[in-house]
């Protein structure tokens, strides 16, 4: 048995052993960058390996999460330095090696010091809450609205964006390669019973799986379906022992692949796979030592052009492709209409999602017909909102759509209102920004450079 395989066994072994026999315990993964990251070098696909002698026992039951509050060696804002900022944040930050690349910088730039701790988005949320943390960096849409709206954080920042995807082993049992539907991708990995490893760590990852299982009306459950209560980088080495599926981000996955690894991306693209991250200043009531001045110039920092221009090179060298996609505010005003996501969508849907330029204008369009102050008619071309909602799936109780302008105007259309108007539409326009087309209503909704639709 090779080295590589010897020591994948081990490790293999070793998170089954702790799924089985034990309590994970407190999370302490913390960074504290003093260097930029060596560029990787690449490593050559191994002929494929041979199979484990012994297929590991799955585990039985969901382990116990760990608690989202640091240890006596962990930071904490409580005990941090006058010059050290905490920040918590998701795994696929640190596994993709992006803080270790950026960090250097600031600390160079400002002189202060960031320690990380690097758990789950749920996690991370919580540190935030307890006030363990200064800012937060996460990619959970919901969960954010949710701690922004119990008054947790202050200030929230777009900052990037990437996608998961739905990797597995090349002979792909499911018969999923090439779908363009995660949603049907995940019944025919249900229907199959084909080995599933989950993070079960309420991880943004986690939030993102589970929505998808309840896209496809499957509560997974079984041998097949194993929740590793562990990052990405560790699930990613269990689905390839095991030759299952499992979703990841595209970042960590890209930068595993680094290290070697048989699993395959099978399905990608589909939009509901969109994963933005949210960068959050933590309320400073929640104490005297919240770090608030420091918070807000780490994300003033993080948001700003040149910083997102660092985040736009990231992986180019190694992949030939950005691992994450900037997609602050300053970025989309200096780069409005080249690619980036031009419409997003949240609030009461199945899951929060976006479209580019580029996938809006290659849906299916339909003319509007629009009266204009002067009382002439203008013809916009352009995406029913009709067909956006049915993929957005609105929830039961959701009454209104609010359409938000880039600078902040906003309009509430009632949402009956649009699902019996074939011909209201999103309509690109010429300078690359996106208008909603209400054909007989109020010229108050006929927004201009929309840039959301907000389900309330």
């Not at 994970?24 to 990787?40: D, F, G, K, L, S």
């Not at 002189?111 to 800012?135: M, Y």
């Not at 777009?158 to 996608?163: A, C, I, Q, R, T």
């Not at 459950?221 to 990052?231: F, H, L, V």
Request: glycine share 8%.
């Amino acid at each position: 048995m090779s080295f590589k395989r010897l020591s994948r066994v081990v490790l293999l072994l070793a998170l089954v052993a702790s799924l089985v026999g034990c309590t994970q315990a407190t999370p302490t993964a913390v960074v504290e960058p003093t260097v930029a990251a060596a560029t990787p070098t690449p490593v050559p696909p191994t002929a494929t390996p041979e199979p484990p002698t012994a297929t590991p026992e799955p585990a039985t039951a969901t382990p116990e999460q760990p608690t989202a509050a640091p240890t006596a060696e962990g930071p904490s804002s409580k005990t941090a330095a006058a010059n050290e900022l905490v920040l918590a944040t998701t795994t696929s930050t640190e596994n993709s090696g992006l803080l270790k690349y950026l960090l250097p910088d600031f600390e160079k730039e400002t002189g202060i010091k960031v320690s990380v701790i690097a758990v789950g988005t749920g996690q991370s949320l919580k540190l935030g809450e307890n006030g363990d943390a200064d800012v937060v960096l996460v990619h959970a849409r919901a969960l954010e609205d949710e701690f922004m709206a119990a008054g947790h954080g202050v200030r929230r920042e777009d900052v990037m964006y990437n996608d998961f995807i739905i990797v597995g082993p090349e002979a792909d049992p499911a018969g999923i390669a090439g779908m363009n539907s995660a949603v049907d991708a995940f019944k025919a990995i249900g229907d199959t019973k084909s080995t599933f490893v989950s993070r079960g760590d309420e991880s943004g990852t986690h939030v993102k799986e589970k929505e998808v299982w309840a896209a496809a009306g499957i509560e997974p459950k079984g041998d097949w379906y194993i929740s590793a209560g562990q990052g990405m980088g560790a699930v990613l080495t269990m689905a390839d022992e095991l030759q299952g599926y499992t979703l990841s981000d595209r970042a960590t996955y890209l930068a595993r692949t680094l290290e070697g690894t048989d699993l395959v991306i099978l399905v990608e693209g589909d939009p509901l796979l969109f994963n933005p991250y949210g960068l959050i200043a933590v309320n400073p009531n929640k104490g005297p030592h919240i770090k608030a001045d420091l918070a807000n110039q780490f994300i003033d920092w993080f948001i700003s052009v040149p910083t997102q221009e660092k985040i736009a090179a990231f992986g180019m060298e190694e992949f030939g492709q950005s691992l994450f996609v900037p997609d602050s505010q300053p970025w989309r005003d200096a780069h409005q209409g080249t690619g980036t996501v031009a419409l997003k969508a949240s609030g009461k849907v199945a899951m929060t999602t976006g479209w580019t330029l580029a996938q809006l204008k290659a849906m299916d369009m339909v003319k509007a017909e629009v009266e204009n102050k002067s009382g002439t008619i203008d013809v916009f071309e352009g995406v029913p909102l009709v067909d956006l909602l049915a993929a957005l799936e609105p929830a039961a109780d959701a009454t209104t759509v609010v359409l938000v302008a880039s600078d902040g105007f906003t309009a509430e259309v009632p949402l009956a209102d649009v699902e019996a108007c074939p011909t209201c539409v999103v309509a690109p326009q010429e300078d690359g920004t996106l208008r909603a087309a209400m054909p007989g209503m109020s010229s108050k909704f006929q927004v201009k450079d929309l840039t959301e639709l907000r389900i309330e």
